[in-house]
């Protein structure tokens, strides 16, 4: 493996951590809002290497169908007003602690990557520097 494919592996994870970051960040700022469907529902991300050798890190979002949350409050514009859940409102299921816990893993993942590609930088470095007279 070269160089260069160290640079684009290394890349391509900060690239797929950037997008947990973003997805993270949505969840909390979104976590009490509602949408022309509903309540906000919750996104995650996975991530997987590419096939054959290349190994590239893809990231791939999707919104989950957990169940909302039930709070009651018969005084909200957006309480129910018929069924079983008259008088309560629907809430996201969003955890924001665990959105905080996603946000810092995926920084910390970003901060690994940009450490490969500092380390890959300075082997370079190094070695022209060897090679000069």
Not at 94 to 100: F, H, I, N, R, Y
Not at 128 to 133: Q, S
């Given at each position: 493996?070269?160089e260069?494919?160290?640079?684009?592996?290394?890349?391509?994870?900060?690239?797929?951590?950037?997008?947990?970051?973003?997805?993270a960040?949505e969840?909390?700022a979104s976590?009490?809002?509602w949408t022309?469907?509903?309540v906000?529902?919750r996104?995650v991300v996975?991530?997987?290497?590419?096939g054959g050798?290349?190994?590239?890190?893809?990231a791939?979002?999707?919104?989950?169908?957990?169940?909302?949350?039930?709070h009651?409050?018969p005084?909200?514009?957006?309480?129910?007003?018929?069924?079983?859940?008259r008088g309560?409102?629907?809430?996201?299921p969003?955890?924001?602690?665990?959105?905080?816990v996603?946000?810092?893993s995926a920084?910390?993942?970003?901060e690994?990557?940009?450490?490969?590609?500092d380390?890959?930088?300075?082997?370079?470095?190094?070695a022209?520097?060897?090679?000069?007279?």
């Open positions: 493996m070269s260069f494919d160290l640079f684009r592996l290394a890349g391509s994870g900060m690239d797929a951590q950037r997008v947990a970051l973003d997805v960040a969840n909390i976590a009490d809002a022309a469907r509903g906000y529902r996104k996975t991530l997987s290497a590419g050798f290349d190994g590239l890190v893809r791939r979002v999707r919104e989950t169908n957990d169940p909302v949350r039930w009651y409050d005084g909200d514009p957006r309480a129910q007003r018929v069924g079983s859940h309560y409102v629907a809430l996201s969003v955890d924001t602690v665990e959105q905080m996603a946000l810092l920084e910390r993942g970003y690994a990557d940009a450490a490969v590609l380390a890959v930088k300075s082997g370079i470095t190094h022209l520097e060897v090679e000069r007279p």
